[in-house]
């Protein structure tokens, strides 16, 4: 191991944020939106709750207090070049769909599209809004969950290219996770 050194109060961010990205698809007055998604977390099991925490100067963010629905749609290390850009232009400015080539598809809990080319959706509808610093947190009901046979089967399965979700590690770097692990537990001498 290395020599553990100080870092930055904002290094915190970076450090519990590799979790799974999303690109997240909005529709307003038949405008879709893409925004490239990292700050997203399980909130609750009953109610099932999810969150994501948006920046008020977003579209996305326009479009989901409008709408008060969205969709996650979780993309696989194919599609790198799509997210990133995803997060660099502004719907503001651009069709991301058009500046990417992704594929729209016609929601089915909602009137936010899907991306086709993601392995998984998680429509949701928003709950409950709280500011928090310079973003809110989007608090968000699950309504319709769906993701491809070989890339879930209630685990991320990373040892098949479908399983490969991408992970924002940050500035222009990701990640794909590539083997899994299982932990066992040692076996009780008191029998």
Known sequence: MGTKIYRQSRDALRMLAPGPLALVTTMYHDQPNIMTAAWMQPL?????????????????????TKTEVFTLNIPTVDLLSAVHLCGMISGHEKDKFEATGLTPELGVATEAPLIAECVAHIECEVRDRVSIGDHDLFVALPLRVTADDEAFDGIWNVDVDAGRILHHLGADRYAGLGKAYQATLPEDDES
């Open 44 to 64: 609750s099991l009953s109610p099932l709750l999810i969150s994501i925490a948006v920046q008020p100067s977003r579209l996305t963010y326009e479009f989901m």
